[in-house]
């Protein structure tokens, strides 16, 4: 089968490779339907990577596939069904697993990163990381359930409500996705920075209230202009830049910064007093919640296919890849089963 292996820093190659068989009783094989290029593959494929992916496996981690064959001890589940797909495999027995904190598990697999994942024409999953979707909805939502129930359990961790004023950074796939959630959620003041005239175009698609163009205005600037106060709430889907110390100059007593893009190479300077004098909460989240993501790609308002630029074949890959380096992209879909 055709397969986008990362083959060490920098490089992704399209090749044949063999289909994935049953080893495990616990094993599912699924024909990919959909995959997504997540922000997080740009960085991984970064010179220096920006995250650690592991050399050899075939990339992707954001997919969803019909079921072609099962092992003896899957149950619950039918081949031709189609299925999300959780990348990340818990240990179920660190710590953390131990101690309802699975998603931060110590010892965790995932797909497409330190596993085999989904730009592939296959794809070998196990039991535990597949979820039941409704049949009606698209491949090319389903395929978009990682990255929401990111969205969904970061959001559930700092409660946005309809009355909060709320600032994000960052208009890519996963900033888009946060503005139509929060839309969603009845959210009315939003104020997004994107860079460049087709993400600000974008971010005005998928509805934020005020978009700041970061090349042409200055994000303290608009703030200043059209909110007498501050944000209640500020979310970073960017992951570097200047973003916590500019926070602290736009954030309400009390407010709560919300920090989910991820850029290990990034740096910040911060004053701890600020943060104590003002109870400011500031937030991490890395896990990811299905259940709530799947119940929310029921909602047709949810919109995300809005964003969807590029619908490619496996072999095209590259071109989605650099369109999205070039912020000449938003959500790139890949379809590793037909040609387009
Ligand atoms: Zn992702
Ligand atoms: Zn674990």
């Known amino acids: 089968m055709k ?21 495990k009783p616990e094993d599912v094989i699924i024909r990919v339907d959909a995959a997504s290029v997540c922000g997080s593959d740009i960085h991984g494929l970064a010179i220096p990577p920006g995250q650690y992916m592991k050399p050899g496996i075939i990339y992707g981690h954001e997919f969803c596939g019909t079921i072609v064959e099962m092992g003896e001890e899957v149950e619950g589940f039918r081949i031709g069904e ?23 598990c110590s010892n965790s697999d995932h797909y497409g990163q330190l596993a085999d994942g989904g730009f592939a024409e296959f794809a070998k999953v196990s039991r535990g990381q597949i979820y039941h979707v409704d049949q009606t909805i698209s491949p090319d939502l389903v395929a978009q359930t990682e990255p929401l129930a990111c969205v969904v359990s970061a959001l559930g961790k700092v409660h946005p409500s309809p009355v909060d004023y709320v600032i ?11 503005i ?25 698609d998928c509805g934020a209230d005020l978009v700041v163009d970061v090349e042409k205005e200055t994000l303290a600037d608009v703030v200043k202009e059209n909110w007498p106060f501050g944000a209640d709430l500020i979310i970073d889907a960017v992951g570097r830049g200047n973003i916590l110390p500019e926070a602290q100059g736009l954030i309400n007593p009390q407010g709560r910064i919300l920090l989910f893009g991820l850029d290990n190479n990034a740096r910040s300077e911060i004053a701890p007093g600020f943060f104590v004098m003002n109870e400011i909460s500031l937030v991490g989240a890395l896990g990811k919640d299905f259940p709530g993501a799947l119940e929310l790609l029921k909602n047709p308002d949810l919109g995300l296919d809005r964003f969807i630029t590029h619908r490619l074949p496996l072999e095209r890959i590259h071109e989605g890849i650099d369109a999205m380096r070039n912020k000449k992209a938003c959500r790139v879909l890949i379809y590793p089963n037909e040609e387009r």
């Open 82 to 104: 189609r299925v999300a797909v959780n990348p990340r495999v818990r240990c179920g027995t660190c710590y953390e697993c131990t101690h309802n904190r699975g998603d931060l």
């Open 180 to 204: 139509r959630v929060l839309k969603t959620f009845g959210v009315t003041n939003l104020i997004v920075t994107a860079k460049g005239a087709e993400r600000v175009q974008e971010a005005r």
């Open 3 to 23: 397969a986008a292996i990362f083959e060490g820093p920098g490089t992704l190659t399209v090749k044949e490779v063999p289909k994935p068989v049953i080893t």
């Open 168 to 178: 994000l950074y960052g208009a890519g796939p996963i900033g888009l996705t946060f």
